[in-house]
């Protein structure tokens, strides 16, 4: 079945540094890739998308390009705030399918 | 609201018995989900909805859980007998309905965080 997998955190930055969180998906076809995050205290919502191959999705200074060749959607930032602090979970969905596949979730905790 | 609106958002109940979540989703929003957010886990789809199609149910873990919707709007998850690898934040999320990934998305409601002693 289709799955997703991402590195496990938490992951603990300084401000102003470079933020990478690693994403590979396996799934038939051609699904469209997400990144979700959920702030301290909030619902998950949607930081960025995309739905082909080599797509760049971005979003408050986030990137993540679909990279079908190796099946993978990275997350990555230039310069991380404290407000960056975070789950970050990635997702796949298929054009026919009926929900997304999550991954397991990052923790990101930025320090000042 | 706008949003998704889920109660009560913590629940803490004794094991075996029987607690009940609720969602209400997006006012429109046909498509509703439930899915399970366990501590250090990720989100585990449970059951799906959409208008008034049959809803899938093949996240479900047990007969003890079961989840309806009523008049295409609410949706009611019921967990049975409650066990404590039961605990675990439930997350509702719905979004408008129609085909594919490509303009859709996910909105989500805050969770009710159960906790089985």
């Known amino acids: 079945g289709d799955s997703v997998t991402q590195m496990e955190g938490p992951v603990t930055l300084s401000e102003e540094a470079f933020l990478t969180i690693n994403c590979t998906y396996t799934?038939?076809?051609?699904?469209?890739l997400f990144w979700y995050v959920q702030y301290p205290g909030e619902g998950l919502q949607l930081l960025l998308k995309?739905?082909?191959?080599?797509d760049k999705g971005s979003n408050k200074g986030f990137e993540a390009t679909y990279r079908k060749e190796t099946t993978s959607f990275h997350l990555e930032k230039g310069s991380v705030q404290v407000s960056d602090s975070a789950v970050y979970f990635c997702a796949l969905g298929k054009a026919a399918g009926n929900k997304l596949t999550f991954g397991g979730g990052t923790r990101v905790l930025v320090k000042p | 609201g706008a949003g998704v609106s889920q109660s009560p958002s913590n629940k803490v109940t004794e094991k075996g018995k029987d607690v009940e979540l609720r969602c209400d989703p997006i006012s429109g929003h046909t498509a509703l989900y439930w899915y399970r957010q366990s501590l250090g886990q990720g989100l585990e789809f449970l059951i799906y909805?959409?208008?008034?199609?049959?809803?899938?149910k093949s996240g479900l873990p047990s007969d003890r859980f079961s989840a309806e919707r009523t008049g295409g709007s609410v949706s009611t998850l019921t967990i049975q007998r409650t066990q404590q690898e039961d605990s675990a934040v439930y997350l509702c999320?719905?979004?408008?309905?129609?085909?594919?990934?490509?303009?859709?998305?996910?909105?989500f409601g805050e969770g009710s965080r159960l906790t089985v002693l």
């Open positions: 995309a739905t082909k191959a080599d």
């Open positions: 799934a038939t076809g051609y699904p469209s």
């Open positions: 909805f959409q208008g008034n199609s049959a809803p899938d």
């Open positions: 999320a719905s979004r408008p309905g129609g085909a594919g990934w490509n303009t859709g998305e996910l909105f």
